[in-house]
């Protein structure tokens, strides 16, 4: 689903294409609800197209190539349609359930999936649980960092008490502070894009170093 309201890919757009990435597969998930919010949400702004990129839809295999993705492509034709896709979007909003301290198993092995896709491209974070999805949220930061890409500082994270607000039938937009904390996220995640954006236009590139 893209900010124009269809599914499939987005219409060309002069904006940047942002990918909300629903990090958790599960069949009883909470993640359809904040999804929904932050593509809603931004659909309501003129400076980014968003679309929803649901793992489901990408049912990857454990990362088991022969070698890593910094040095070759993928065999696996679900992992190469999930690294065109990656690589369509300018940036990203991770949205993570936090499991065990951590993010679950198969945003993580999806993010194994590739490198290249992801470089110099700006992500943010939405996390959900009992702390708001922090601890998972800054063990991504980490992770994104390692594949070269630049973290926003301004996150969303969603605590216990909206959590059951919206089980009994209320919605994310009726708190304030997720409000707030979405617009802050989402105009960081803008500036983020456009520069990184004109910085790989340019041709712009890193040197890799070894001691």
Request: contains cysteine; charged residues 25%.
């Amino acid at each position: 689903m893209n900010a124009r309201g269809t599914k499939g890919s987005p219409k060309e757009s002069s904006r940047p294409k942002i990918g909300i990435v629903v990090g958790t597969t599960r069949a009883a998930r909470f993640a359809d609800m904040p999804a929904r919010w932050l593509f809603e949400t931004c659909a309501e702004r003129t400076d980014l197209d968003a679309e929803i990129i649901d793992l489901r839809d990408y049912p990857l295999p454990f990362f088991d190539e022969s070698v890593a993705p910094l040095l070759s492509r993928p065999t696996n034709e679900i992992a190469k349609r999930w690294g065109e896709k990656v690589a369509s979007l300018d940036g990203y909003v991770f949205l993570t359930a936090e499991y065990n301290h951590s993010i679950s198993g198969v945003l993580k092995n999806a993010l194994d999936h590739g490198y290249s896709e992801f470089n110099r491209k700006p992500a943010a974070f939405v996390g959900y649980g009992g702390l708001g999805g922090a601890r998972a949220v800054e063990q991504l930061r980490l992770i994104c960092v390692e594949l070269q890409m630049a973290p926003t500082r301004s996150a969303v994270h969603i605590t216990r008490e909206p959590i059951l607000a919206v089980l009994q039938g209320k919605n994310l937009t009726e708190f304030d502070y997720l409000a707030q904390a979405s617009a802050a996220m989402f105009d960081e995640l803008a500036w983020w894009t456009t520069a990184l954006s004109a910085a790989r236009a340019a041709g712009s590139s890193l040197v890799q170093r070894t001691a």
